[in-house]
């Protein structure tokens, strides 16, 4: 079985300001680990991916997460918040054999102040 | 390359009525998943296709179904529809279907059903 925490609903950071939105997962499996962000009334696109290659992943438009295996977590951080990262933020797990079967955390909506 | 697909976008049904959702992936991708989204339950798997056969199929009851066409494209269809359907339903395609490389998933911009 597998589940995903993300620690906070709702984030707001000014713009400028750095970025964190903290997800925590269990997995019974070694998993694969992915941040998905989707935009109002849009569909989710892929931020970045972890497979136990580097611990550190960098995905797009700045965003970056650390797999810390002992604290079984996985937090998505980017140094400097913009306008238009104001989205909702996925924090998804996959084990190595469920295919296309993701498991989505609960969301973190981000709001960004001028 | 054109995107994901999925129509309608809207639609409004009445209790007991079915409806039958499409899903077109990106050319070339065999692997098509469906996920409803709720504010209540969230982002929940309904089922992956892949060369036309259901891979692998999420917790929802039978009045869930879904199937794949040789051309990859996909259609879900939901009997007897409940006030609990009411949902935004994404569509996702995949080349990738190896162990190592699931889960980058191309996701259409789904179709919001609400059921009165």
């Known amino acids: 079985a597998q589940s995903v925490t993300q620690l906070d609903s709702h984030v707001s950071v000014s713009e400028g300001t750095p970025v964190l939105l903290r997800c925590n997962y269990s997995?019974?499996?070694?998993?694969?680990l992915f941040w998905y962000v989707q935009h109002p009334n849009k569909g989710l696109q892929l931020l970045l991916k972890?497979?136990?290659?580097?611990?550190l992943v960098k995905g797009i438009n700045g965003f970056e997460a650390e797999f810390k295996k002992s604290e079984t977590s996985f937090h998505l951080t980017k140094p400097s918040a913009h306008m238009s990262d104001a989205a909702e933020y996925f924090c998804?797990?996959?084990?190595?054999?469920?295919?296309?079967?993701?498991?989505f955390g609960g969301g973190t909506r981000l709001m960004v102040k001028p | 390359k054109a995107g994901v697909t999925q129509t309608p976008r809207y639609l409004i049904k009445t209790r007991g009525q079915q409806v039958t959702l499409s899903c077109s992936p990106i050319?070339?991708?065999?692997?098509v998943s469906w996920y409803q989204q709720t504010p209540g339950q969230g982002l929940q798997f309904l089922f992956e296709?892949?060369?036309?056969?259901?891979?692998n199929k999420g917790n929802f009851p039978g009045r869930f179904s879904g199937r794949q066409f040789s051309n990859s494209r996909s259609e879900m269809n939901v009997s007897t529809l409940e006030l609990g359907d009411s949902a935004l339903y994404l569509c996702?395609?995949?080349?990738?279907?190896?162990?190592?490389?699931?889960?980058?998933?191309?996701f259409g911009e789904g179709s919001r059903l609400t059921v009165l």
């Open positions: 996702a395609s995949s080349s990738r279907v190896r162990r190592a490389n699931t889960g980058e998933l191309f």
């Open positions: 997995s019974s499996y070694s998993p694969s």
């Open positions: 972890y497979t136990s290659a580097a611990t």
């Open positions: 998804v797990v996959s084990s190595n054999n469920a295919g296309n079967m993701l498991t």
């Open positions: 050319s070339g991708h065999r692997s």
């Open positions: 296709y892949f060369s036309e056969t259901q891979r």
